[in-house]
């Protein structure tokens, strides 16, 4: 059975950090591009990051120097580490997988993990 497991969500203070983690199961996740997603409460879910599967990494622009992307692929595992965190970044995060390319995660995913909360106070 294909699983993603995120983990690390939490409150935390503003200008704090957090890592959160995705741990795949069921399949090789090295062999898929990995990435981030989120929601807030009212919006729209928006990309975050992605890493592909020869390991290049793209950030959303307005993230970029805070938000750092990862993986383990011994572990099956990716992360998002996450710093200067901010009122705005409190949202729902979802990490993600699809077979191609972190273009391809822009149109489509194949395997969605559950959210983790990450709520930052002001």
């Known amino acids: 059975e294909v699983q993603l497991q995120a983990s690390g969500g939490g409150l935390v203070q503003a200008g704090g950090s957090l890592r959160l983690s995705c741990a795949a199961s069921?399949?090789?996740?090295?062999?898929?591009?990995r990435g981030w997603f989120r929601q807030a409460p009212g919006k729209e879910r928006e990309g975050v990051s992605c890493i592909s599967s020869s390991g290049g990494t793209h950030v959303a622009d307005s993230l970029k120097g805070r938000f750092t992307i990862s993986s383990d692929n011994a572990k099956n595992t990716v992360y998002l580490q996450m710093n200067s965190l901010k009122s705005e970044d409190t949202a729902a995060y979802y990490c993600?997988?699809?077979?191609?390319?972190?273009?391809?995660?822009?149109?489509?995913?194949?395997?969605w993990g559950q959210g983790t909360q990450v709520t930052v106070s002001s």
């Open positions: 069921g399949f090789t996740f090295d062999d898929y591009a």
């Open positions: 993600a997988a699809v077979e191609g390319g972190c273009q391809t995660m822009a149109i489509r995913v194949d395997y």
